[in-house]
Nanobody
Framework: RVQLVESGGGSVQSGGSLRLACAVS????????MGWFRQAPGSEREGVAI???????????YYADSVKGRFTISQENAKNTLYLQMNSLRPEDGAIYYC????????????????????WGKGILVTVSS
């Protein structure tokens, strides 16, 4: 079983930066997807950024259009940690951010519907004030 624990959330002013971290423990497959999703009050959950690990096909990173150029997803293997660097934050970025992992699927399906993402962290709050 895979366990995910998020950290690094908090409050920041518009234009500021935060870095979220997700500590990963447990057995992961050789090919899997990790990512960040978020849900604001009254809104549906949405994909933010995903990272394909070990795939020879859909390898790399994918981002929601709303965060492209501002957010960066990365992994540090030695620490079994997934990061989300968030720059130029906007009030609409405020949400609970969730780390997720799983077998995944096509990038669009994963971002739009969290397809194949079996494991989830409990989430961490990010607040951006104007």
């Amino acid at each position: 079983r895979v366990q995910l624990v998020e950290s690094g959330g908090g409050s920041v002013q518009s234009g500021g930066s935060l870095r979220l971290a997700c500590a990963v423990s447990g057995d992961t497959a050789s090919d899997y997807v990790m990512g960040w999703f978020r849900q604001a009050p009254g809104s549906e959950r949405e994909g933010v950024a995903i990272f394909y690990i070990g795939y020879s096909g859909s390898s790399g990173t994918y981002y929601a259009d709303s965060v492209k150029g501002r957010f960066t997803i990365s992994q540090e293997n030695a620490k079994n940690t997934l990061y989300l660097q968030m720059n130029s934050l906007r009030p609409e970025d405020g949400a609970i951010y969730y780390c997720a992992a799983g077998g995944g699927g096509p990038p669009t399906s994963v971002l739009e519907r969290a397809y194949g993402m079996e494991y989830w962290g409990k989430g961490i709050l990010v607040t951006v004030s104007s």
